[in-house]
């Protein structure tokens, strides 16, 4: 069955700090995809990053950098020179296929909060 | 990009009573619709997902008679607590996946319901 672990539950740092938040995975798909969504203290989810599991490139959005790892199913995520609006709680999530032609359900991690100190 | 609306983004209700929630893509035709339930300083948890026009698949552990999915249309889920209590006080979250057989799920904003 499909498994998303976030081993960090906290993480605390100060403004202008690189935090790298870590996702390790498990499935039995070749084919899946992979999420990053950031839920703020509103509670609404806000989408980050999608990754299927052929494109092993790493991506860059501005301050945002995901590592995908297929070898050490690891698709971490780096947030460089943090700022306190990146406070929130962090999200990966997995695809499962549960129909023909792309309806899925998301397994999630149990997230990291994540605390940018001024 | 793809909206999701949910309707009331915060209820309070009365132990005994039902709450209805909805669920809408405002600009898409969803295919699929999926209900999650998250308690405070935990992850989502998936109850159900629900195709238009079918009867909805629950999660195991997940009571069906309890917690009613009705997918009318394409664009429309709703969730029925029936009979709340305190215990199902919690933050109710759908989604939606586009007809378009896209990969991913479009979120909305959320309920958050409080059963007193």
Known sequence: AQKVTQAQTEISVVEKEDVTLDCVYETRDTTYYLFWYKQPPSGELVFLIRRNSFDEQNEISGRYSWNFQKSTSSFN???????????????????????????????FGKGTKLTVNP | GAVVSQHPSWVICKSGTSVKIECRSLDFQATTMFWYRQFPKQSLMLMATSNEGSKATYEQGVEKDKFLINHASLTLSTLTVTSAHPEDSSFYICSATPRAAEVGQYFGPGTRLTVT
């Open chain 1, 77 to 107: 995520f780096t947030i460089t020179a943090s700022q306190v609006v990146d406070s929130a709680v962090y999200f990966c999530a997995l695809t499962q296929l549960i129909t023909q032609g792309g309806s899925e359900k998301l397994v």
